[in-house]
């Protein structure tokens, strides 16, 4: 992992130069070409593509596979946000990655992919499609809009809080998922202020990378599950999905889980943990409303029946088919559970 803003450029060439890659794919959204344009000067590059969509769709992963191995690519470098870095995954079985983030999604430090396939979400874990090298550079960031930048940082943090209760959870990645509540906080709320300024985007990125590393080695809990419905079934943005839901699955799972409660209250500074994330939401103008974001509140039951059977048995708390509906209600109106 390489952390240095304003060294992108130079720090990818180098690491394309050590892993002695002659066919290089860079993959890059449209809107993140500009930047890979960049940042991908110190090297030959065989392939610039970019037909990147969100939660990757499986025809879009063949797609890229295919000119992959059609161009004999030796080296994936992804330079984007964590629909880029989802493509390199889908393609890297046989390709090493080395992923160049620019939003706070956290992708790049997971062994986890995901696939879309007649809406449904499907992810895996795969060491291959783990990036052998990151490079952070705070200044790729400076450019995502604050309101986007608040949302993936949330999606960051909700990494950290799903990982005190995931199914694999641990003291080492709930010591990880505490610093990386801890960086986003003070980050993203320096992010709103000075969305300029490159300190606070510094501390968001490394609170991305550990909120990462602790999501990867705890697993899905059950924040992550309803997402995974949310995005993969209804097409839900994926920043701004992981925002609204985050309040209240904490609302509902710290109550039953007091050691994370406690972890979490003292990485806000806060008296509990459900203030504490009130408290940096309101800060931080956080969305809190599906329905704006153009969920359907008819598919609310639906919904619900998908995400029960997924949610973990490590749950703290039994989880029933009424209190997912009030919970997605309460996502949908951006109002506190019912009840
Ligand atoms: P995204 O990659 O779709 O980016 C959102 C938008 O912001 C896009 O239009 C993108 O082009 C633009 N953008 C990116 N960086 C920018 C920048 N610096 N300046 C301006 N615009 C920029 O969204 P995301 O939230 O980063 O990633 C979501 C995807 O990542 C989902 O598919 C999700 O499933 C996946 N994800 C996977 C993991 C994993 O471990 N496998 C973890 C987190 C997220």
Redesign the pocket.
Known sequence: MVFKSGHAADNLAAEVGRLRASRVMVI?????SE?AKKVSTGFDVALHYSD?????PIAKAKAARAIASEYDIDLLVCI???????LA?AIAMTTAIVAV???????E??????L?ANSR?L?GVDNR?LPVTVIYDAE??????VQ?SV??GL??LA?CVDSMWAPRADPINQAFASEGIRALASGLQAVVSDPAGIGGRERALYGAYLS?VA??SAGSGMHHKIC?VL?GAYGM???QT?ATVLPHVLAFNAQHAPEAEIRIAAAFGADSAVEGLDRLCSALGAPSALKEYGFDEAAIPEAARLILPAIPESNPHVVTIDDLERLLRAVWSGRPVEG
């Open positions: 890059a959204a449209e809107c993140e930047t990147v969509s969100p939660h990757v984007g946000g964590g629909s880029t870095t989802g995954k983030p620019t939003t706070y999604a956290g992708s430090g997971t062994n986890v992919w995901g879309t979400k992810t499609v790729l960031t400076l450019s995502l809009p986007l949302a993936s999606n960051a990494h990462a999501f990867a995974h995005g943005p994926h920043a992981h």
